[in-house]
């Protein structure tokens, strides 16, 4: 009653521009009971969140319209401040009440923040703490609880600095995806298969290499921007557009990962033989000797889809981290509509992760046929590959420090 708590949330969701609404709200619900425990018992709580990538500047956002969003599933109000360090911010914190929940806007907008950042300067977690989001807002609160397990694998001041400082804590979704996702890890049903797509490649292209030298997993199926990766390193041709994107994504520099991968694993990383593309607005699909010479591929063939499906249907484990392709228009969402048919018929366990799998996974009405669903994407990869999440070690420091 009455302590002031800083609690990190990850309640990042795809947002429509046009109406200023999420598209989404997956995320937000998954952390209501950790916000709502910490209310009822009187905390006054401070939510910290990001939204949209940083590397791809074009998709920040302001946080306000899930303050509006956690006030529905709380029933409750949600104060929201275009802030996060400065006076106006600081100033709303110490006016909080008992009970009270105060939404400050997207930390991303500070720069300590942000990926590049992070990235470029590797900064320890006591360094952390000296930067300004932590040393602005760490004064004014009493405890931190980080619920973010979604983003557990970045290694940024308000994920892994405010434990330097405070006695910190998991929050409930933190701790029941971290206890999930271990137990399955150790002991997990053969066939274990792993499905990675989408286009956010660097994590799947860590963890692949680990989880198959360890016998984790017994096949891994690929799609999307991780299959258009692995095929050029092949030397197969997937179009000059597909090319084009890999270079103006910035993630040329995982084909010579993606060609060693092939070179030690190419028995269990299945890829598409054939990749669908639009013509004058029409899904067209070929194989990849046919291909015409500047298709860009967004998605795999329903050939190859099914063929995937038939190993899913076989599979005790499955363990999934992103589309087979741009899922969003009808004309390329093909091959994620039938592994996602497939996921909710099989038998096995099946495990999806990261915000473009959950969304496809609500699209498609799968969500009470999956075994299990995990807010984080990368986080999820990270921690199969057994490396110790950033935020997992900042809250092993705080638990021996102010213990």
């Not at 992070?118 to 932590?134: D, G, R």
């Not at 996974?361 to 950033?390: N, S, W």
């Amino acid at each position: 009653m009455g302590k002031t708590v800083l609690c990190r949330v990850d309640i990042n969701q795809p947002v429509d521009r046009k109406t200023g609404t999420l598209k989404s709200t997956a995320r937000i619900e998954a952390c209501v009971p950790t916000l709502k425990e910490l209310s009822d018992k009187g905390a006054r709580v401070v939510i910290l969140a990001h939204q949209g990538s940083d590397i791809e500047y074009k998709n920040f956002y302001t946080t306000a319209p899930h303050a509006q969003a956690l006030s529905g599933f709380l029933g409750r109000e949600v104060a929201f401040i275009d802030d996060v360090t400065g006076p106006s911010a600081r100033e709303a914190i110490r006016q909080l009440q008992n009970g009270q929940l105060l939404l400050l806007d997207n930390v991303r907008f500070c720069s300590e923040e942000q990926t590049l950042f992070e990235q470029k300067l590797q900064l320890s977690h006591e360094e952390q703490a000296q930067t300004q989001v932590v040393r602005k807002l760490a004064p004014l609160a009493d405890l931190y609880v980080c619920d973010a397990f979604a983003a557990a694998h970045r290694d940024q001041p308000s994920l892994c600095g405010f434990q330097q400082l405070l006695p910190s804590y998991m929050g409930r979704l933190f701790e029941r995806e971290y206890v999930v996702i271990s137990e399955l890890m150790e002991r997990p049903e053969r066939p274990c298969v792993y499905v990675l797509g989408g286009a956010k490649v660097g994590d799947a292209f860590l963890m692949m290499d680990t989880v198959l030298t360890r016998n984790a997993a017994d096949q891994v199926l690929t799609g999307g921007l991780v299959a258009n990766i692995l095929l050029a390193a092949k030397g197969e041709a997937i179009g000059q557009g597909s090319l084009d994107f890999i270079q103006r994504s910035g993630n040329a520099r995982y084909i010579d990962t993606a060609r060693e991968l092939l070179a030690k694993h190419a028995d269990k990383i299945l890829l598409p033989g054939a990749l669908a593309y639009l013509s004058e607005g029409r899904r067209q699909e070929a194989a990849l000797r046919d291909l015409p010479q500047d298709a860009a591929a967004l998605d795999i063939s329903g050939e190859d889809a099914r063929r995937y499906a038939d190993i899913i249907l076989g599979a005790r484990t499955v363990f999934v981290n992103g589309p087979m392709g741009v899922f969003e228009e009808a004309e390329t969402e093909l091959g994620t509509k039938i592994l996602w048919d497939a996921l909710g018929d099989t038998q096995g366990y099946t495990v999806i992760g990261g915000g473009d799998s959950i969304t496809a996974t609500t699209k498609y009405g799968k969500t009470q046929q999956i075994g299990y669903i995990c807010t984080g994407g990368g986080a999820l990869i990270r921690f199969l590959t057994g490396e110790e999440l950033p935020v997992v070690k900042a809250l092993r420091h705080a638990a021996s420090t102010f213990s």
